[in-house]
């Protein structure tokens, strides 16, 4: 029985090949060919491209720099509490590769 049920699941997926993929589509949106510091605050968005001028003044303008800063160094520049977790959930996400900033800004919301 289960063999019967295995065969007719994957003559659906071999004669409807669109079945098996999810019904909305995504499309990659344009990404920075540079990223600066200023760039990567901007990509967050979220009201953190606030301290973009205190922070790339801070890491020499260096992204790297930023993506090793921790937590305690954000908090003696005077970058508030949420700002300072999204900048370093963003740059985690940036180090691995799951996260560009996008070409484009966020709006502050």
Request: overall charge positive; aromatic content about 8%.
């Amino acid at each position: 029985m289960a063999a019967i049920a295995y065969a007719s699941h994957v003559r659906r997926l071999l004669l409807h090949p669109g079945a098996g993929a999810p019904a909305r589509s995504f499309y990659a949106q344009p990404y920075q060919a540079k990223v600066g510091v200023v760039e990567f605050l901007n990509g967050v968005g979220k009201g953190v491209e606030t301290h973009a001028a205190k922070l790339e003044e801070a890491v020499g303008g260096d992204l790297q720099r930023l993506l090793e800063t921790r937590t305690l160094r954000l908090k003696k520049l005077g970058v508030p509490v949420k700002h300072r977790k999204l900048i370093l959930s963003f740059a985690h996400k940036y180090r691995l590769g799951l996260w560009k900033p996008p070409a484009e800004a966020r709006k502050a919301q």
